[in-house]
């Protein structure tokens, strides 16, 4: 009976000593995937602005995020559904003001309700209140981004042809004044340019915290942008009797038609709303902070 009891016990402490697995920080983009029942369609973009819903990251999650790097609740990371792996972003607690730059490095979160998941320290800087979700603006920085993918294996690298590198050449010159001698040659040798050193990925961001001015804004559901008013109108069509509307706009010569719901005066409303639109078809709608 001992041997019995003791073979369970060193499974167990086997598995106890299971080494991590290997910190490997590498681009990811990845192919159309599915979560919370809605398909999300990853694509690469620098310069995007989104509002909407942060939640915190919960305990349990694994040990890398989705970009290869080492889960750490004590960094300025975040999760997004759709954004290349890795990217910069200024992140804003519309609710006090509070602005901080977060790494984008991991999918998530696993439902259309939230824009964001969060770390903790995140949390904690930009001072939301409780685990409950918080309204903020999410700010993809082109520069920062572009360098953070660079950095980092797997890139999508553009095909530019290069102009030909002609040899460069070294020889040596006679002493001012005087005359080279006479079928004496130069001494040419190629000169290699010395590679650039290839520098590790920057993953842990300084935490400087921006006060700004405080937004708090109404929260929408968004049902789509449209550029031709009867589509928007056969999108307001299949959510019938909730009460959606048309809002267009011109900018220049073009001009949107968004389908919107709202404003809704909690976040259990709009999550409530949200999950009706989504049951009627529009698998694309989300919560937005206007």
């Known amino acids: 009976m001992r041997l019995a009891f003791a073979l369970p016990l060193a499974l167990l402490a086997a598995c106890s000593h ?5 910190v490997n920080p590498h681009y990811v983009l990845g192919a159309p995937y599915q979560a919370g029942g809605v398909w999300y369609y990853p694509h690469d973009s620098y310069e995007s602005e989104e509002t909407g819903l942060a939640t915190v990251y919960s305990p349990d999650h694994p040990e890398l995020t989705g970009g290869g790097e080492a ?5 300025l990371a975040a999760a997004h559904q759709t954004l290349q792996l890795p990217a ?3 992140l804003t607690n519309l609710e006090n003001g509070l602005q ?40 993809v920085l082109p520069a920062e981004s572009h360098a953070a993918v660079d950095a980092v294996p797997g890139a999508p690298k553009l095909d530019l042809a290069a102009a030909p590198v002609g040899e460069v050449e070294q020889s ?4 001012p ?9 130069s001494n040419v040798v190629p000169v290699q340019e010395p590679a650039a050193p290839v520098a590790a990925p920057i993953t842990q961001l300084p935490e400087t915290v921006v006060q700004g001015s405080p ?47 709202g404003p809704l005066a909690t976040v259990q409303e709009a999550d409530m709303v949200l999950d009706q639109v989504l049951q009627s078809g529009v698998t694309d709608a989300r919560i937005v902070v206007e």
Do not use: K, M
């Not at 031709?228 to 909730?242: D, E, F, K, M, S």
């Open 88 to 90: 910069i972003a200024r």
């Open 177 to 185: 004044g005087s005359a080279e001698p006479s079928g004496a040659g």
């Open 100 to 139: 901080v730059l977060v790494r984008i490095n991991d999918r998530g979160p696993a439902t259309p309700h939230r824009l964001v998941e969060v770390t903790r320290r995140t949390a904690t800087l930009l001072g939301f209140s409780n685990d409950d979700a918080v309204r903020v603006r999410l700010e």
């Open 215 to 261: 937004d708090l804004g109404q929260l929408f559901i968004q049902l789509g942008t449209f550029h031709t008013y009867a589509y928007a109108n056969i999108q307001r069509a299949r959510v019938a009797g909730l009460g959606a509307d048309i809002v267009s706009t011109r900018n220049g010569r073009t001009q949107t038609h968004r389908v919107i719901i």
């Open 71 to 75: 889960f750490d609740q004590t960094v």
């Open 172 to 175: 040596d010159l006679p002493p």
């Open 18 to 22: 299971r080494p991590p697995p290997a």
